[in-house]
């Protein structure tokens, strides 16, 4: 049952993704230059990241003990269910297998085309988009900056294809040390790589900073809509043209690194044993920091901000209101 609920939400969220790529008008001169493998890879990549949140939840063996032991509604049901949490784990590495292995064909075609159309001199539409400026408002499209850069240097000297070619290392060597034969015989061989997910994972969380793959912003399909300006291509540089050479982002401004950390919160709970206490909170980073106080029970809220200029920072927050075995709250 788990299996088959598991298998059809990725036929979803696969054909989903693959539908959004392909028609959204967002990534339309994306498209231009990478044609169907941009959505293969987009697809790909939205599979991979559900199935490896997965991955780890059938071999948590606390959690499945915790089911087991306070599941008392269709215990018979769901202990079967849980009994194949090995074979499970297995389903969802070869799931995993099966779209990194079309997540790589289809960025190789992409970056064999993104090299292509850098080279092109025939002043096609593509080789506009690729000879778009990389200093100007970081609005390029595409990541070869030179027509004498190979597929093989962007593969090695950029964030996605670097942690992309370790990904792929250490899910092979995961794999195969996995094998019946090699588990059974070399047991400390099979142990020891499986602890590599913990490379896979860094590696996976920071694989797709690099924005190498990027759509059109929203202001600038203001000023130029593929429906309307994409004909009209070689006036994009004329200051009289209604159509403005397009913009291009690869992450959202909200979770690009350099916009600092201004959706992070630490929260803390602590037994309060005096009416008057001062909590000490030090912080190690740069960033802005606001501390907001509150007490259960009590519709006084404390809040002060401050702004970090060293790397250590200590702040009190002092609460006249606490009462005795109450818990403060700071965000």
Not at 145 to 170: D, E, R
Not at 215 to 234: I, K, L, R, V
Request: charged letters at 15%; hydrophobic letters at 40%; glycine letters at 4%.
């Amino acid at each position: 049952m788990f299996s088959a609920a598991w298998l059809v939400l990725n036929v979803f969220l696969f054909v989903h993704a693959f539908l959004s790529f392909e028609k959204d008008t967002k990534y339309y001169y994306t498209r231009q230059i990478l044609r169907s493998a941009l959505v293969w890879a987009r697809a790909s990549a939205l599979c991979l990241n559900f199935n490896s949140m997965l991955i780890l939840l059938p071999v948590c063996r606390n959690l499945l003990s915790f089911l087991r032991g306070t599941c008392s509604l269709y215990r018979s049901t769901l202990r079967k269910q849980l009994d194949h949490n090995l074979s499970f784990h297995k389903l969802v590495g070869y799931m995993i297998c099966l779209h990194t292995a079309i997540h790589i064909i289809a960025h190789l075609f992409n970056l064999e085309r993104y090299s292509r159309s850098r080279q092109a001199t025939d002043g096609s539409l593509t080789s506009i988009l690729s000879n778009l400026p990389h200093q100007e408002n970081d609005s390029w499209l595409n990541p070869i900056q030179s027509s004498n850069t190979t597929v093989v240097y962007v593969t090695f000297t950029s964030i996605a294809g670097l942690t992309g070619v370790i990904i792929t290392m250490a899910l092979v060597l995961m794999v195969t040390s996995a094998m019946d034969f090699i588990r059974r015989s070399y047991f400390e061989v099979f142990w020891y790589t499986h602890h590599i997910f913990i490379i896979y994972f860094i590696d996976l969380g920071i694989h797709g900073l690099g924005g190498i793959v990027r759509g059109q912003t929203d202001e600038s399909m203001a000023e130029n809509h593929p429906h309307t300006c994409a004909e009209f291509f070689e006036k994009w540089d004329d200051p009289a043209s209604h159509c403005k050479p397009p913009q291009f982002e690869g992450l959202p401004a909200e979770v690009r690194p350099e916009q600092g950390y201004e959706n992070l919160y630490l929260f803390i709970s602590s037994p309060i044993d005096n009416h008057r206490e001062v909590k000490n909170l030090c912080i190690t980073l740069h960033l802005d920091l606001c501390i907001h106080s509150l007490t259960l029970g009590d519709s006084t809220n404390h809040r002060s901000c401050s702004t970090v200029s060293s790397l250590q920072f200590s702040h009190s927050v002092v609460s006249d209101s606490l009462q005795p075995h109450e818990s403060q709250h700071t965000r």
